[in-house]
């Protein structure tokens, strides 16, 4: 049995046989490198490390020397050193695992924007053909109605020439004028016809206000007989489309004569004229031009 001695500073000092020793020494290397088996499988009391390294990557670990023992042979590695070293490379897959799931998802993402980009691509050129083919449309429909547009209102004029012709044909054969004037009379009422399909009227402003938005005042008369401001003659009759003013008419406006007197009620007949009454103005003339 081995003795122990105890020196003067207190430490230990054992008597230990040299098969103790020799015996310690193999079971620290069979722990530093136990042997692989037939099938290579890990020994018992060993463990395995899967880490998987991409093409084109190293992987550097860095080994204490401890581990590896005197001169780096690794005849008597640290349990510790090799703890540290199996720990490294657990951290080390969990980086690779976890840049691995990072770039899926990106690519996933990449995929899924490359998709919405060529859906967007095709949307836009599908709207870009559609709106080609509308300026197309829009500028043959231009065209059509630039030559055609007036094709339904001519139409409706067409019985007016019809009669028109039929008129001049019998003025050559006839010298009846009040057949000619009942001939002219239905072309009027048809031309009269044709501006209602269209929604063109006309209005009379004979003895109507003076109206700045209908009318057009193209002078004034005297008048004993049309209130003053009102309208005495029309030279042009105006016309409106859909109810807004298409063309105004031109009249003569009556103003009060000069040195005129107002008419007695109580003195004056039945059927006799008015004293100091002046005589009605014809259009476009004074009342001494009248006489």
Known sequence: MAGSNRDEKGSI???????????????????????????????EGGRTLDVDIP?????EVDIPPSVLGEGGSGSGPSMAALSDTRQRLETVQRELDEARAQLEFSQTKSRETMERLKESHERALRATADLENYKKRAQKEKEELQKFGLERLLKD??????????????????TDFEA???????????LDNAFGKQGVKGFSAVGQPFDPRLHEAMQQVESATVPPG??????VRGYLLNDRLM????????????????????????????????????PGKTPSEGR
């Not at 009102?230 to 030279?235: I, K, L, N, R």
């Not at 005129?260 to 103005?281: L, Q």
């Open 247 to 282: 063309r105004p008419a031109l009249v003569v406006v009556a103003r009060a004569p000069e040195g005129a007197k107002p008419e007695p009620t109580s003195s004056t007949t039945p059927g006799s004229a008015p004293t100091g009454g002046a005589t009605s103005a014809q």
């Open 157 to 174: 004029f067409l019985p007016v020439l019809d009669n028109l012709d039929r008129a001049l044909e019998a003025s050559q054969k006839s």
């Open 55 to 59: 093409e084109g990557m190293t992987l």
């Open 230 to 235: 009102h309208v005495v003659y029309e030279a």
């Open 180 to 190: 000619f004037r009942t001939g002219v009379e239905m072309t009027r009422k048809l």
């Open 13 to 43: 000092q054992a008597d230990i046989s040299q098969d103790v020793i020799d015996e310690a020494l193999k079971s620290v290397e069979r722990r530093a490198h136990p042997p692989a088996s037939e099938d290579g499988d890990v020994p």
